[in-house]
T-cell receptor, first 114, second 114 residues
Framework: GENVEQHPSTLSVQEGDSAVIKCTYSDSASNYFPWYKQELGKRPQLIIDIRSNVGEKKDQRIAVTLNKTAKHFSLHITETQPEDSAVYFCAAKPYMEYGNKLVFGAGTILRVKS | EADIYQTPRYLVIGTGKKITLECSQTMGHDKMYWYQQDPGMELHLIHYSYGVNSTEKGDLSSESTVSRIRTEHFPLTLESARPSHTSQYLC?????????????FGNGTRLTVT
């Protein structure tokens, strides 16, 4: 089955700097990769996702890159702000198989210092 | 507003009690899930359902049970709660499509067993 590893487990950056969180996956059949943000005391929420037929996707200050050959994908946050402080989870899932489920990474605590 | 609702938000109970955590969604999603989230952040899938009368155990062994009698309702029951069940329980749902099928999470139930 799929196994997703996420690094780093904690990340502190200065406001305005960039933050990068990396994930690797094991199952080459996985081709859907969402990222979730969970603020303290709140529910995880989808912030961006990517399918394997694209290498990069961007939404304002957030971007995700995917390297299918190396089986890793990354979240990039530019111009970080204090409200970006949260736990971020990556996940992977095979695209077409109805019976497969999202496999989550262990999470990264991002702290943006002002 | 279409959303996924969990009750209660917080619950403190004594050992040996039977409890049911409620989860309902008004988004018409076929798939529903229960995750257990430790203080260490990781999301562990404990049960899932792909539709009415369909339930499966997840990746993490759990002493809880679930039922799916109606599409919108996916309650989780602990027959005899123990301190080891203390955790946050997150319910989620996703649409039937096999491609981009992001999870929508509820606000969670924080359970404490004394």
């Amino acid at each position: 089955g799929e196994n997703v590893e996420q690094h780093p487990s904690t990340l502190s950056v200065q406001e305005g700097d960039s933050a990068v969180i990396k994930c690797t996956y094991s199952d080459s059949a996985s081709n859907y990769f969402p990222w979730y943000k969970q603020e303290l005391g709140k529910r995880p929420q989808l912030i961006i996702d990517i399918r394997s037929n694209v290498g990069e996707k961007k939404d304002q200050r957030i971007a995700v890159t995917l390297n299918k050959t190396a089986k890793h994908f990354s979240l990039h946050i530019t111009e970080t702000q204090p409200e970006d402080s949260a736990v971020y989870f990556c996940a992977a899932k095979p695209y077409m198989e109805y019976g497969n489920k999202l496999v989550f990474g262990a999470g990264t605590i991002l702290r943006v210092k002002s | 507003e279409a959303d996924i609702y969990q009750t209660p938000r917080y619950l403190v109970i004594g050992t040996g009690k039977k409890i049911t955590l409620e989860c309902s969604q008004t988004m018409g999603h076929d798939k529903m899930y229960w995750y257990q989230q430790d203080p260490g952040m990781e999301l562990h899938l404990i049960h899932y359902s792909y539709g009415v009368n369909s339930t499966e155990k997840g990746d993490l062994s759990s002493e809880s049970t679930v039922s799916r009698i109606r599409t919108e309702h996916f309650p989780l029951t602990l027959e005899s709660a123990r301190p080891s069940h203390t955790s946050q329980y997150l319910c989620a749902s996703s649409p039937r499509e096999t491609g981009r099928s992001p999870l929508h999470f509820g606000n969670g139930t924080r359970l404490t067993v004394t």
